[in-house]
């Protein structure tokens, strides 16, 4: 069950402030950035990856975008640390704002959070003409996303990912969406940004553990897609650890290049092709619902969830055991919890069959037949898949 309830969120107007932004102590401008582009037709956009580039953020916004109207959606946490300056400044940059605050963590997806959004965007005179500025994690991400597809049948979406798991992941190709109880991401649908910017630098104040849990993901762009950056994160492994800059920002970088070529080929999980970014996230949904969605975070949850799928490949002779042992180290090295909670195999299995990879009543997993490449597999024995959870 997905808790609910709690105050879901305060709303508040922008305002000018003469402060500057106080994690650089002055006005930053970013030194260098690069950009992914989507390229999805006229929904085509745009990920900027910098250092300190945050500062940019109006610019960023008014090259995309002909609103004056800015509607800030972050949580309890992030508000703290940049939301609240940065609707300071876009105030301070003639944009009318409201920041609206959710509940950091996970039950903020549910359809009371969105409900009060909408009714609170429609008392501040949020319109057509009106963006939805998502700052946060994937859960503000999210429900952010999911608000501005549904209010008024759709407004203009951008995302300020604040998690390594946002920037590499959650922000990028349109999924937005909320929960129901016992059924994550059930509700939602294909919302794509009209940009996304992303400044690797609001990664220092991230807890570490929500850190090693964003570095799952990265691991999974190697394993499905690139055996040279699975290599190069074998190489740089404590360089990432360590949030080395260059190599952080390259590892966001080639995430966000190799998500974006996925859903430029796939936009709406139609041929397969996207469903292999979800590798691992058959064990992991499972596992994430049995623990109510507090005992483990995403990314952990994905990572005992790609160790389930390796071991599954494994047995069933598609991948050799050093592939899963390799994965294994590499996860390990990063102190990623691999040890599955006590939940009984048969519960997890039940839980798998909610899957929305699900297909005339099979369970379909994502496996690995060598490094870099991946297939969508059905048929797949239920002893196998209790074989691969030990
Ligand atoms: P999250 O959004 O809950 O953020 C994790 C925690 O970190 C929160 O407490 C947040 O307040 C805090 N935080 C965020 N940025 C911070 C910063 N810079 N410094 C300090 N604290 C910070 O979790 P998440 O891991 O970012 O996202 C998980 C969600 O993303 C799940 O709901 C998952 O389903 C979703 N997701 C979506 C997609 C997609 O394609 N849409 C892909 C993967 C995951
Ligand atoms: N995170 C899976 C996807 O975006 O398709």
């Known amino acids: 069950m997905?808790?609910?309830?709690?105050?879901?969120?305060?709303?508040?107007?922008?305002?000018?402030?003469?402060?500057?932004?106080?994690?650089?102590?002055?006005?930053?401008?970013?030194?260098?950035?690069?950009?992914?582009?989507v390229a999805l037709a006229e929904r085509s956009y745009d990920i900027q990856i910098g250092s300190g580039n945050l500062s940019g953020l109006s610019a960023f916004l008014r090259h995309r975008s002909s609103s004056g109207h800015a509607v800030l959606v972050t949580d309890t946490t992030v508000d703290g640390l940049y939301a609240d300056q940065l609707g300071d400044e876009l105030a301070e940059q003639q944009w009318e704002v409201q920041v609206l605050v959710v509940e950091a963590g996970e039950q903020s997806k549910a359809i009371e959070v969105a409900t009060e959004l909408w009714e609170t965007m429609l008392a501040e005179g949020t319109d057509r003409q009106s963006l939805v500025l998502a700052v946060g994690g994937g859960v503000v991400g999210d429900l952010a996303g999911f608000?501005?597809?549904?209010?008024?049948?759709?407004?203009?979406?951008?995302?300020?990912?604040?998690?390594?798991?946002?920037?590499?992941?959650?922000?990028?190709?349109?999924?937005?969406?909320?929960?129901?109880?016992?059924?994550?991401?059930m509700v939602g649908a294909f919302w794509q940004p009209q940009g996304v910017l992303i400044d690797v630098d609001v990664l220092q104040t991230l807890p570490a553990r929500e850190y090693r849990a964003g570095l799952a993901e990265v691991v999974k762009y190697g394993v499905i897609l690139d055996?040279?950056?699975?290599?190069?994160?074998?190489?740089?492994?404590?360089?990432?650890?360590?949030?080395?800059?260059?190599?952080?920002?390259?590892?966001?970088?080639?995430?966000?290049?190799?998500?974006a070529d996925v859903v430029a080929a796939d936009e709406r999980?139609?041929?397969?092709?996207?469903?292999?970014?979800?590798?691992?996230?058959?064990?992991?949904?499972?596992?994430?619902?049995?623990?109510?969605?507090?005992?483990?975070?995403?990314?952990?949850?994905?990572?005992?969830?790609?160790?389930?799928?390796?071991?599954?490949?494994?047995?069933?002779?598609?991948?050799?055991q050093?592939?899963?042992?390799?994965?294994?180290?590499?996860?390990?090295?990063?102190?990623?919890?691999?040890?599955?909670?006590?939940?009984?195999?048969?519960?997890?299995?039940?839980?798998?069959?909610?899957?929305?990879?699900?297909?005339?009543?099979?369970?379909?997993?994502?496996?690995?037949?060598?490094?870099?490449?991946?297939?969508?597999?059905?048929?797949?024995?239920?002893d196998d898949v209790l074989a691969a959870l030990q």
């Open 2 to 37: 997905i808790p609910t309830g709690g105050p879901p969120f305060k709303p508040r107007a922008g305002s000018a402030a003469l402060l500057p932004f106080p994690w650089y102590g002055v006005p930053h401008v970013a030194e260098q950035t690069s950009t992914v582009r």
């Open 147 to 185: 608000v501005a597809a549904t209010f008024a049948r759709g407004l203009e979406f951008f995302q300020v990912p604040t998690t390594l798991l946002a920037q590499v992941d959650s922000s990028v190709g349109g999924k937005v969406g909320i929960n129901l109880p016992g059924a994550k991401n």
């Open 227 to 259: 055996a040279d950056f699975f290599a190069y994160l074998e190489d740089h492994r404590d360089a990432i650890q360590a949030q080395d800059p260059t190599a952080l920002r390259y590892v966001v970088e080639r995430c966000c290049r190799l998500k």
């Open 269 to 320: 999980e139609t041929t397969g092709l996207r469903a292999v970014l979800n590798y691992g996230h058959t064990f992991a949904h499972a596992l994430e619902a049995a623990g109510n969605y507090g005992a483990l975070l995403h990314g952990e949850a994905v990572a005992m969830g790609m160790m389930c799928a390796a071991r599954l490949a494994a047995r069933l002779g598609r991948m050799d």
């Open 322 to 382: 050093a592939l899963v042992d390799r994965q294994q180290a590499l996860l390990e090295a990063w102190q990623l919890p691999l040890t599955l909670p006590d939940y009984p195999g048969e519960e997890l299995v039940n839980l798998m069959y909610r899957d929305k990879k699900v297909a005339a009543g099979q369970l379909r997993f994502v496996l690995p037949d060598r490094l870099g490449h991946v297939e969508v597999v059905g048929d797949v024995r239920v």
